[in-house]
């Protein structure tokens, strides 16, 4: 027989455990040890004939094999079942409390940081498809509703959201639930509350406001959480902890709603546990006070704020208090704002306006007024140090969503809800990353030493070494380390450096004896090794500067080191694209994923980091579609949305058009440029190159042509000439459009002279040729010479692909394995010793040789002297 028990005073979490557990172990006996909640109580006694549980009265541990503990981890908490375990039997544990060095030493321990035990007993149900029935379903949904403050507790995951869904779909009651868990305190409760208000002290602990309230009882009041709840919305705190003596114990509970602090590793100090948002301890015959004292210090050494206003704030933009309205508008449109502060004359800040009041003032005919009359005077400020949560509070209750961050009296940056969603975005991520390992961190080094060449990591430990010496942290970054995860070959890095990149790159280009372009436009430099690695292979290094943090260590790869580096990959396009590697001697490999990159990667898709990342840059919507056909991934609905978004506002009119035509060049460079052409139809985009470009069966079939007869070309014996691939498909493009609209393509896109002449030759001779070569007569080969050898390979392919009979197939194809590589053996001095003066005629004389010889009429040197002399009469 196996016992299932949780742990005294048992909330819904533990009964809902309790109940979800014997669906998994069906053989049991329930154990609720000590005295539940109140609110449990009055639940069981209403349900006492569905729900048999055993008190410790009740419950006989004689012929117990299996003990099955449910969210608790400690001895202590689990009554007489205890005894079990002195005998001998190593429990089974299922809890989302993190593991301590008190804890049970348990046979099995299914740990998962999750809002509620519940949820990861439901797994396994869910798992093993069992049935669960309404009344079941709604305690379980009682349990996740209570644990996770109905999903609103920062400790709240997906996984919680899941579970619900899936009660309310086994038939869970909400009404029912919403009932237990809406409950008003009971008299004793609120008497209790009123006192905990009068003991209660607010600390101010390096800028985040605690609550301490030390109290002293008789007896314990029930649902001390339901209490604490109402306490912290009384007072407007985000911490507490509840030093509550009974008798000559000590209780400690503590709430934390803010990740600055983790209630679970300070409670660690007295002996408690829990997780990092509630916990709670017990110290036997110490002074309450002392205990504060002790608490206070250990605060003050613990809470660290990871943010503040400084940290998240944009340049001090402000606009000056006599501008007028319709120019205060102008200035928002073009800084991309939706409101700014309004400074005095002197400086000093005296209202924000935002473009709600501006518009409201330009509906009534007011845009030649001035921003004074306007603006909010009544605003909220902030200093730099200003903690996060803080300014998160303050941000939703402005009217104006603007908040100026004030330093001695001076404007010294501006804070705006987007730049507070930003934070919340990328905070949830990095919590998932690297606080609560869900996704270990990874290190790359084993991947990166089997897929790079030696060289190319010796210069990477080389940069990190550097970068060492001069405290700097560096990582590569971006398309290089989504190829190393991927395997693709890939020898352009990305560095980022905590530091200044410019002259960082300076010396190790000397050091490397690489050649160096600075971009000082960006604050970046490009470093290209001059030795090749495997034949014309070249290492290309982009270096750029990630602001360096205050805290100054480069070994170690703490959060609070990576806000610089996170910045950096937040501003960057894609998810995949947006991880980072470090290179540093210390940690060299380490993955830093803070944006889900690998996930991605391993679930195909292209995801955006925020919702701005288009409108910062239209280039990236071709971006989007070239990596998504490049490795056979999908745009997520929400990326795709944006795009189309994108794309209404038009955003590609404001792009230079030059970023546009190196888009589309890389875009052409694909493998099967096809395949993103199509995509970008889709998406209704290749109306911004021109409005006629076709995409149809005809146009897909020349570009199937295009793909062999490149093919072709690569695999046969000539002596390769280069060719641009990505302009034949270019051309191909543009085959429905006449020869001005090429024209004005190619220099609305700024096409670079030699791409232009190439794209307007085969315009103008490209159907002719085609027509001459497909004529009823058999063409002599010096005609079809004549005809092909001034235009550039690239049109010559096309017109390969595009010829529809195999005989102007075939004159091409011997045009380039024959007529164009034959060569006349006949000199200058030949010529001269026949007869010929140097000039055009010895040119004309030369030329009829070469077209003889093409047509196969004279073979060797002694015939084509024999022409040269007939031709001299
Ligand atoms: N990037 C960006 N937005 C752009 C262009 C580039 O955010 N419009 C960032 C991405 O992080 C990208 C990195 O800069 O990975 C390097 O850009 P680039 O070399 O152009 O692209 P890769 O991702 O390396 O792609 P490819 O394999 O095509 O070179």
């Not at 975005?425 to 060449?453: C, E, T, Y």
């Not at 998810?575 to 990667?601: C, P, W, Y």
């Amino acid at each position: 027989m196996d016992l299932i028990v949780t742990h005294t005073n048992a909330d819904f979490d533990a009964l809902g455990s309790l109940i979800a557990a014997k669906k998994l172990f069906p053989h049991s006996r329930l154990l609720l040890p000590g005295s539940p909640e109140p609110a449990v109580r009055e639940f069981l006694s209403l349900f006492k004939d569905i729900i048999k549980v055993e008190s410790e009265n009740e419950c006989d541990l004689k012929g117990i094999e299996r003990l099955i503990v449910v969210d608790t981890r400690h001895m202590s908490r689990i009554g007489v079942a205890a005894k079990l375990i002195e005998e001998g039997i190593k429990p089974i544990i299922y809890d989302h409390h993190p593991r301590t060095e008190y804890d049970m030493d348990p046979s099995k321990d299914i740990y998962q940081e999750l809002g509620a035990t519940v949820t990861i007993l439901l797994d396994s149900i869910k798992r093993r498809k069992i049935k669960l029935s309404p009344i079941e379903a709604t305690i379980l949904l009682l349990a996740i509703y209570e644990e996770t403050g109905s999903l609103t507790f920062r400790t709240t995951t997906k996984r919680d959201v899941d579970a619900v869904s899936f009660l309310l779909s086994c038939g869970a009651r909400l009404n029912m639930v919403s009932s237990y868990l809406n409950r008003e305190l009971t008299e004793e409760q609120l008497a209790f509350l009123v006192r905990l208000i009068h003991s209660t002290h607010i600390v101010n602990i390096n800028g985040v406001k605690v609550a301490i309230c030390v109290c002293r009882e008789k007896s314990y009041v029930g649902e001390l959480g339901a209490v604490i709840h109402k306490l912290m919305d009384i007072e407007n705190v985000k911490v507490v902890f509840v030093l509550l003596q009974v008798n000559s114990k000590v209780n400690i509970i503590a709430r934390s709603h803010i990740q600055a602090v983790d209630v679970n590793k300070i409670l660690k100090h007295f002996g408690g546990a829990g997780h990092t948002a509630a916990a709670s301890g017990k110290v036997i015959g110490a002074d309450p006070e002392e205990l504060k004292e002790k608490l206070v210090k250990l605060l003050k050494r613990n809470v660290k704020i990871r943010l503040s206003a400084k940290d998240i704030m944009s340049g001090p933009f402000a606009i000056d208090v006599d501008t007028k309205i319709r120019d205060a508008k102008k200035l928002l449109s073009k800084n991309r704002l939706k409101g700014a502060p309004v400074l005095s004359k002197d400086g000093a800040v005296l209202g924000v306006i935002n473009t709600r009041n501006i518009n409201k003032a330009i509906r009534k005919k007011f845009g030649h007024a001035r921003v004074k009359g306007y603006m909010f005077t009544k605003i909220e400020i902030v200093k730099p140090k200003t903690p996060f949560y803080a300014v998160q509070e303050l941000i939703s209750s402005s009217g104006t969503g603007i908040l100026p961050v004030i330093a001695r009296g001076r404007l010294s940056g501006v804070i705006t809800r987007s730049d507070v969603l930003k934070v919340l975005h990328q905070g949830l991520i990095v919590d998932k990353r690297i606080k609560k390992g869900r996704h270990p961190i990874l290190n790359l080094a084993k991947k990166m030493n089997n897929s790079l060449p030696k060289k190319i990591m010796d210069l990477l430990r080389l940069i990190g070494d550097m970068a060492q010496e001069k405290h700097y942290a560096a990582f590569v970054a971006g398309g290089f380390v989504r190829d190393i995860i991927m395997g693709v070959k890939n020898y352009d890095a990305d560095v980022v450096v905590e530091g200044n990149a410019i002259e960082f790159s300076r010396e190790f280009a000397a050091k490397v004896r690489g050649s160096l372009v600075i971009h000082k436009k960006f604050g970046t430099a490009t470093v290209v090794m001059p030795w090749g690695l495997t034949g014309k292979d070249r290492f290309k290094v982009d270096m750029a500067t990630a602001r360096r943090e205050k805290y100054e260590r480069p070994a170690a790869l703490p959060d609070v080191e990576f806000s610089s580096l996170r910045d950096d990959l937040y501003r960057r396009d894609f998810t995949i694209n947006a991880m980072a590697v470090s290179i540093n001697r210390k940690n060299f490999g380490q993955l830093i994923d803070f944006f889900e990159g690998q996930r991605h990667i391993e679930s195909g898709v292209i995801s955006v980091l925020h919702e701005g990342s288009f409108i910062d840059d239209p280039t990236r919507i071709f971006r989007a579609v070239r990596f998504e056909q490049r490795y056979g991934f999908r745009i997520d609905s929400p990326t795709e949305e944006l795009i189309k978004t994108a794309i209404k506002k038009d955003m590609f009119g404001m792009t230079e058009k030059q970023r546009i035509r190196e888009e589309l060049i890389l875009m052409l460079k694909e493998e099967d440029p096809m395949r993103a052409i199509t995509r970008m139809h889709e998406l209704d985009e290749l109306r911004f190159i021109h409005p006629k470009i076709r995409h149809d069966k005809r146009s897909k079939e020349l570009f199937k042509s295009i793909s062999d007869a490149c093919h072709w070309y690569k695999g046969s014996f000539l002596k390769k000439r280069a060719i641009d691939t990505w302009l034949i498909y270019l051309m191909a493009l543009f085959e429905d459009l006449d020869t001005r609209s090429t024209r004005s393509i190619c220099e609305r896109f700024v096409f670079r002279r030699f791409d232009k002449i190439r794209i307007l030759s085969y315009k103008g001779e490209g159907d002719k040729i085609l027509r001459f070569l497909s004529g009823s007569l058999a063409l002599p080969a010096s005609k079809v010479y004549k005809k092909l050898r001034g235009l550039s390979y690239e049109v010559i392919l096309l017109l390969m692909a595009k010829a529809k009979s195999d005989r102007s197939r075939k004159a091409i194809r011997d045009f380039l394995i024959k007529y164009n590589r034959t060569k006349i053996s006949i000199t200058g001095n030949d010529m001269k010793e026949i007869g010929y003066s140097p000039g055009p005629s010895m040119g004309r004389a030369l030329e009829k040789i070469l077209f003889a010889k093409i047509d196969g009429k004279i073979e060797n040197k002694t015939e084509e002297r024999k022409l040269a002399k007939s031709l001299i009469r």
